[in-house]
Each structure stands twice: as structure tokens, then as C-alpha cells.
């Protein structure tokens, strides 16, 4: 079993930054792809970045491709996604997902199978 809880959302002006984190708990974390997604008023939820268990391999959608990194600290059971160049579109509940399979598909398509409660990301023009 794995808990996951988002944290360091805000609201913040167009063209700042935000570090989200995604705190686990569960021994079995460290094994665990983990992707980021978000869901704007209205809209899907759709998928941002995701990171591989070893935290080597990264994948990015190309709305935040060279503006967001996500990266993982295995001692901390923790994976962050620092976010630059916020912008307006990019306002939303933001929601870290834990994957026990990487590379058996695309990463916005593993099989998330544990999700935290999502933080919010409010960006102010």
C-alpha cells in the first residue's frame, strides 16, 4: 500500500515558480514510477510529468516541456516538480499518482494505481 500526499501549491504571479511535492509513505515507494497530473475547472484531468522508480528516465508533456522538472529523492520518499515560467493555463488542482510498471506503456498511460488528494496552483496574469 502507498499513501501519497501533494503539497506546495499556491497562487502565484505569471512567470513564478512553484515546487510541488508528492510525500510517501509505504516501504515498497522507492519500486514506484510516479506522474504528475492536473485537472483546471471544467476541463480533464490531463497528464504533466512522470518519473521512473531509478529517477533517471523523465517524460514530460509538451505544454510544460523546459519550463517543469520532476525529479525523486529516494531517502525522503519524496518526488518533487518545480515549475518555472508559470502560466495562467497552467492554474489547476495538481495530483501525483504512484505506477508499480514503467516502460510497459507511455507514461501518461501506466497503470497509476494510487493518487493523492491534489494541491492547488493558482496563477494570477
Known amino acids: 500500500q502507498v499513501q501519497l500526499v501533494e503539497s506546495g501549491g499556491g497562487l502565484v504571479q505569471a512567470g513564478g515558480s512553484l515546487r510541488l511535492s508528492c510525500a510517501a509513505s509505504?516501504?515498497?515507494?522507492?519500486?514506484?514510477?510516479v506522474g504528475w497530473f492536473r485537472q483546471a475547472p471544467g476541463k480533464e484531468r490531463e497528464f504533466v510529468a512522470a518519473?521512473?522508480?531509478?529517477?533517471?528516465?523523465?517524460y514530460y508533456a509538451d505544454s510544460v516541456k523546459g519550463r517543469f522538472t520532476i525529479s525523486r529523492v529516494g531517502v525522503l520518499n519524496t518526488v518533487y516538480l518545480q515549475m518555472n515560467g508559470l502560466k495562467p493555463e497552467d492554474a489547476a488542482v495538481y495530483y501525483c499518482?504512484?505506477?508499480?510498471?514503467?516502460?510497459?506503456?507511455?507514461?501518461?498511460?501506466?497503470?497509476?494505481?494510487?493518487w493523492g488528494q491534489g494541491t492547488q496552483v493558482t496563477v494570477s496574469s
Open positions: 509505504g516501504r515498497t515507494f522507492s519500486s514506484y514510477a
Open positions: 518519473i521512473d522508480w531509478t529517477g533517471t528516465s523523465t
Open positions: 499518482a504512484a505506477a508499480a510498471a514503467w516502460g510497459t506503456s507511455a507514461p501518461p498511460l501506466l497503470p497509476y494505481d494510487y
